[in-house]
C-alpha cells in the first residue's frame, strides 16, 4: 500500500501571499496517477489537479502541481480569501488501495 | 450535466449492515475510462478511499475494510450502492461517491489518462450508535 505524507500539517500564511505544499510517496509511481483536491468546511472535496501538473476545469492558473517519483508539491500563488481550506493529494496507481494523504489545512495568518 | 447523490441511513446500529446508494445522472460508469469511488470521511479527520468499481464491473477496494464493503453497480438505475456489513460505531463519517475517471478518448480520439474523481455527491452523514 502506498502512503501518502503531507507537509505541513498546517500552513498560515496571509493572503496575496504564496504557498508550497508536499505530497511524499512510501513508494514511486507514475505523476500520471497523483491529483490534488481542495475541501472546505460542510463541502465535498473539489478537484484542482491531476496527473500532477494538470490544471482541472475552472481552476486559476495560481494553482500549479508538479513532481514525480515520491515528491509532488501543490504551489498556490497570490493566496486569496477563498483558498484558506485542506488540501488533500491521492494517488491513483498500479494496485488498489488508491489512498489520499492525511491533509494540509492551509489558514488565514 | 453530471450530477452525484448519495443516500441512505442516517442512523444504524452497531453490527447492523448499511447501505449506502448513489444516484448519478449525466454520465455512464459502463463507458471505458469511467467508474465509481467511494470515500468517506470521519468528524474531523482526513478523507479515507474505500471502493472503486470500474466501467467492466472490476472492483476495488480499502484492504483493511475488503472484507466488510460490497460495491455494486446498477445502469438500469443509474446507481451504485455500497454495503458495509458490522458497522461499529468508528465508522461514523460522512460517505461521498464520486465520478472517477482513469482515461477519457479527446477529440482527435486519442485516450488520455486521467485518474481523478472529477464530479463528486454532497456527502451523506451517517452515525454508528446503539
Known amino acids: 500500500e502506498i502512503v501518502l505524507t503531507q507537509s505541513p500539517g498546517t500552513l498560515s500564511l496571509s493572503p496575496g501571499e504564496s504557498g508550497t505544499l508536499s505530497c511524499r510517496a512510501s513508494q514511486s509511481f507514475s505523476s500520471s496517477y497523483l491529483a490534488w483536491y481542495q475541501q472546505k468546511p460542510g463541502q465535498a472535496p473539489r478537484l484542482l489537479i491531476y496527473g500532477a501538473s494538470n490544471r482541472a476545469i475552472g481552476i486559476p492558473d495560481r494553482f500549479s502541481g508538479s513532481g514525480s517519483g515520491t515528491d509532488f508539491t501543490l504551489t498556490i500563488s497570490r493566496l486569496e480569501p477563498e483558498d484558506f481550506a485542506v488540501y488533500y493529494c491521492?494517488?491513483?496507481?498500479?494496485?488498489?488501495?488508491?489512498?489520499f494523504g492525511q491533509g494540509t489545512k492551509l489558514e488565514i495568518k | 450535466q453530471v450530477t452525484l447523490r448519495e443516500s441512505g441511513p442516517a442512523l444504524v446500529k452497531p453490527t447492523q449492515t448499511l447501505t449506502l446508494t448513489c444516484t448519478f445522472a449525466g454520465f455512464s460508469p459502463s463507458t471505458s475510462g469511467m467508474g465509481v469511488t467511494w470515500i468517506r470521511q470521519p468528524p474531523g479527520k482526513p478523507l479515507e478511499w474505500l471502493a472503486f468499481?470500474?466501467?467492466?464491473?472490476?472492483?476495488f477496494y480499502s484492504t483493511s475494510l475488503k472484507t466488510r464493503l460490497t460495491i455494486s453497480k446498477d445502469t438500469s438505475k443509474n446507481q451504485v450502492v455500497l454495503t458495509m456489513t458490522n458497522m461499529d460505531p468508528a465508522d461514523t463519517a460522512t460517505y461521498f461517491c464520486a465520478r472517477t475517471i482513469r482515461y477519457y478518448s479527446d477529440s482527435s480520439g486519442y485516450y488520455r489518462g486521467f485518474y481523478a474523481m472529477d464530479i463528486w455527491g454532497q456527502g451523506t452523514t451517517v452515525t454508528v450508535s446503539s
Open positions: 491521492h494517488q491513483f496507481g498500479g494496485s488498489p488501495p488508491y489512498t
Open positions: 468499481i470500474d466501467w467492466d464491473d472490476e472492483k
